[in-house]
């Protein structure tokens, strides 16, 4: 183990909180400073589009950890305060309230922001992201019974909240880009079924592109398209993904290129490493970089960037290999994924069926299984994973 004094952990969500936790657990004894930028403790996002959107949470319910956990810690918490600059040469992060940071290494995990539609870069009542718990927040104090929310982008995000609104009473259009929303993230055929159950539950689903935001008498009115028309709306959810929040970082040497530019070892050059939402490391399939915005990517590549910190250039360090894995719970739902099953050409149900809404299914992709997916069959989709993470044929070949 190397002998630091100072690491400071820039970005205090799920992957900042893990990433010094493993730090404590792996033995470090030296500074360790958290930096985040909103006011609140280390919380957990997904619940933000679901139990905290429909009011079945309330905020406190989010914490990843509670204040007893967090000083055995022994962390310099530095939060509501953001990373300005990273100086390499001095070793120091200077910070948005002037004040600097000395570390000998650094963890990158500021995450992702929102992209927006064009026309609302500034604040306009009826207009909303879905990041952070005051965004969430804000979106819950505006939802009601015949609120006419308009939803853009046909991602998880917006697929959830589309479907929290609607169970609320409020008269949803959900906008996406694709005739099947989610299909590149679930697969078409388990994408398909929740399209379905969008529209049982009253969903109105519109296929078009979004060009920028309508506004009557300084209030959001909805969107305009590409084809000329509009959709009004008394309310907008801009779900159009996210960009790396990486801008600190600019001009200190750090590579960048959607996110922070790693090795197999989730390093971006000397003291500086990086995990979550912003990292992109080599996939060990293609070889090219990639960032994998999932909840438990965020947890697990944390570990393996702290671990690696610790262990120095010449120590026993581990390349990152993970099984993509998530999950989204809609309409009483949870659909579970390994691996990638976006542009399979197969797929194969090996427990249950779509029609009861309880399968396990192989997605395969060039005679290989690219991923699983599941409903209410969680046993039988565990047991797809070891298939998912070998990459093999399908079906396996006989011993």
């Not at 609120?147 to 609104?165: H, K, M, N």
Request: some cysteine; charged content about 25%; overall charge neutral.
């Amino acid at each position: 183990m190397t002998a630091l004094r100072d690491v400071a952990v820039v970005g205090a969500g799920a992957a900042g909180l893990h990433a010094a936790e493993a730090l404590r657990r792996s033995g470090y004894d030296g500074r360790l400073t958290l930096i985040g930028a909103e006011p609140d403790p280390p919380y957990d996002r997904p619940p933000l589009s679901k139990q905290l959107l429909g009011g079945e949470w309330q905020a406190d319910r989010l914490a990843l950890r509670g204040p007893e956990a967090l000083d055995e810690l022994r962390l310099d918490l530095r939060l509501g305060v953001r990373a300005g600059r990273l100086d390499r040469r001095e070793r120091t992060v200077h910070l948005s309230d002037g004040r600097r940071v000395r570390c000998e290494a650094v963890i990158v995990a500021t995450g992702v922001r929102p992209r927006r539609l064009p026309g609302a870069e500034t604040p306009r009542p009826g207009a909303h992201v879905l990041r952070t718990l005051a965004d969430a927040l804000a979106l819950r104090d505006e939802l009601r019974s015949g609120l006419r929310l308009l939803v853009v982008g046909g991602g998880l995000l917006g697929a959830e909240a589309a479907a929290t609104a609607v169970g609320l009473g409020a008269e949803v259009t959900w906008l996406t880009s694709t005739a099947t929303p989610l299909a590149a993230v679930l697969g078409t055929e388990t994408a398909a079924l929740l399209a379905g159950l969008h529209r049982e539950h009253g969903v109105r689903l519109h296929r078009g592109l979004a060009t920028g935001l309508l506004e009557r008498r300084g209030r959001t009115a909805g969107v305009r398209l590409a084809d000329g028309s509009e959709l009004a709306a008394d309310a907008v959810l801009m779900a159009v993904g996210s960009e790396p929040a990486t801008e600190w970082l600019a001009g200190s040497g750090v590579p960048l290129d959607d996110g922070v530019v790693c090795d197999a070892y989730c390093a971006a050059g000397p003291g500086v490493w990086a995990a979550g939402d912003a990292a992109a490391w080599p996939d060990p399939r293609t070889g090219r970089h990639r960032r994998l915005e999932q909840r438990t990517n965020a947890t697990e590549q944390a570990v393996h960037a702290a671990r690696n910190l610790l262990a120095g250039p010449d120590g026993a360090r581990q390349a990152y290999r993970p099984v993509p894995y998530l999950w989204t719970d809609q309409y009483g739902l949870r659909v579970q994924v390994f691996g990638r099953p976006g542009g399979a050409e197969r797929f194969d149900v090996v427990d249950g069926s779509l029609e009861e809404h309880r399968f396990a299914a192989v997605c395969v992709r060039d005679g290989l299984v690219a991923g699983a997916v599941g409903i209410a069959s969680a046993r039988a989709l565990r047991g797809l994973r070891a298939q998912v993470a070998a990459h093999g044929p399908w079906p396996p070949e006989p011993a």
